[in-house]
């Protein structure tokens, strides 16, 4: 009996795994810390928060761990042997939040702007990292699937008077600037590489740090996970020798559009990307303000002038349902799930921007000259509203009144525009969204608006200037500066540092970083840091002392 048993156990599981092979959207979840909210009876606003939060958008899926999605205990226990080079009796005392936080994902006690009228929430895994328990409706399968989500990369630490960061208390929409996707896909390919094919000792690792997982997931993981784990990363370490075929970014800067064209299938099976731009995490305040989205402008909805003004009254359902559209299509690349699911997530991406037409970054936390704010303002006015927006002539909170959606050639790094190619659009233009977008290569790129400018240290599209101080500067920008984990001078507006006297802007000594920093070197292929100069040339050292107040306003 006991060994009709035992086949019988057996017979299911390959069973299980045959069916896990041959039809992988049988199995999919969503967010637990998504599902403890009852969306039905939250606002639009408190929604569209929640989702932006803690929302997967479809990304936890068997689909999704062959694109972006990990199965989250592996990948955990592979990082925390990886921390204590194999010993799994010091696993007792590892703390995953730090290991996370070294690679920029925070782990808050508090989200800043929070709603009150909402229940606290969940905050026991790293934000943005969204997880959840997957379990085939009939069969023993079942895996818990972590993937990335908006948060990731669009909350911020908050900042004090004095420029330290406080990573206890966060704020969604803010430009997470040390957010570094490659040294944590480069971790995870190490980890894996190293203690991947050493069973034993993973799954013991799985029992420390996840007493609570079942016996059907540790079976799936065992007999179906990890079996297919060890062979894709066999695969990509005989050809690639890394995770993705591309280098997926620098601190505080993201390279979407390779992580796009590796979607479409633009990058040759078994190679590795040369050329790579990195694009600076935006603030989101204004950005539906925006007719187009990217840096480039790229994204348009079909039959709309990207480059009219935008006005108070433009700013209604059929502008916000027209744009979540292109928000819905950002968790192709960054999700790595389907257009179709893209799609069916349109009214998440609707909710979310619900929220942003009402959100705040931070306000700037540090001293402000008030005596300069009236010549700021006329000189935001003179030379940057043209381009930027604008704003009304409050002096505690400016708001923006108009958006000129300028694009045009500045002088900055053109790496980026030449990389966009018409063979991307056409490849969106002719898929499933290209009823919804209208991709185009502009050769140009697209003006942001400024709101929440304090915090999206370093500045122009590609981070490569560390200050507002030295933007206004071009002869006195750092041909290298350290970003990650760092403080800001809330003086001169960035990244807190002091002039080495060979070219580079440095952080204090004493300074320790909560995350992994790097050094940028402007001299590396498109991190040029040239470019946006003529606003500043005719403006005296009173104007841009008086601008940089104005800014901190914004």
Known sequence: MKRIGTALLLMLIALAVFVWISDPTKLKTSSASLTRFETGAMSGTEEGIALFGFGDFGGLSSDTLRTSAAPWKLAVSALALQETAGDVAALKQIDIAAIYRGFGFHSPTQIA???????????????????????????????????????????????????????????????????????????????????????????????????????????????????????????????????????????????????????????????????????????????????????????????VDPLSETVPKDLDENHLKEMASIVAYFTVPSMGVSAEVAEAHIADAEAVLRWLQDYEPQRFPGKINRHLLTDGRSVYADNCSQCHGVYNQNLTK????????????????????????????????????????????????????????????????????????????????????????????????????????????????????????????????????????RPFSSLSEDDKAALLEYLKLL
């Open 113 to 303: 702007n929070w709603p009150p009228t909402l229940a606290r929430p969940d905050l026991s895994k790293p934000v943005g990292i969204n997880t959840g328990l997957a379990k085939h409706a009939l069969l023993p399968i079942a895996v818990t699937i972590g993937n990335t989500g908006c948060a990731a990369c669009h909350s911020a630490v908050t900042y004090r008077e004095d420029g330290t960061p406080d990573t206890t208390r966060i704020w969604l929409g803010m430009p997470n600037s040390s957010i570094n996707l490659e040294a944590y896909t480069a971790a995870l390919h190490s980890a894996f590489r190293t203690y991947g094919h050493d069973d034993a000792k993973l799954f013991e690792t799985v029992e420390i740090l996840f007493p609570e997982t079942g016996w059907s997931e540790r079976q799936t993981l065992r007999f179906a996970i990890l079996p297919m784990l060890q062979q894709e990363m066999d695969e990509r370490n005989r050809t690639i020798g890394r995770l993705v075929p591309f280098v997926a970014g620098l601190p505080g800067a993201t390279n979407g559009l390779d992580a796009l064209r590796n979607r479409l299938g633009l990058i040759p099976e078994g190679t590795v990307v040369d050329k790579s731009v990195f694009n600076s995490v935006p603030e989101l305040g204004g950005r539906l303000w925006r007719r187009s989205f990217l840096n480039t402008g790229s994204y348009v909805p079909p039959g």
């Open 398 to 533: 400016p708001e923006l009144v108009a958006f000129p959606n300028w694009q045009g050639d500045i002088g900055t790094d053109r790496r980026r525009l030449e990389l966009t190619g018409e063979n991307v659009a056409a490849a969106v233009n002719s898929g499933h969204f290209g009823r919804y977008i209208s991709a185009r290569s502009t050769g140009a790129y697209a003006a942001p608006p400024l709101t929440g400018i304090w915090a999206s240290a370093p500045y122009l599209h590609n981070g490569s200037v560390p200050t507002l101080w030295h933007l206004m500067r071009p002869d006195k920008r750092p041909e290298r500066f350290v970003v990650g984990g760092h403080a800001l001078d809330m003086t001169r507006v960035g990244l807190r540092g002091s002039d080495d006297a060979q070219g580079g802007w440095m952080p204090p000594p004493d300074y320790e970083p909560w995350a992994l920093s790097a050094e940028i070197d402007v001299s590396q292929y498109g991190l040029g840091n040239e470019g946006h100069e």
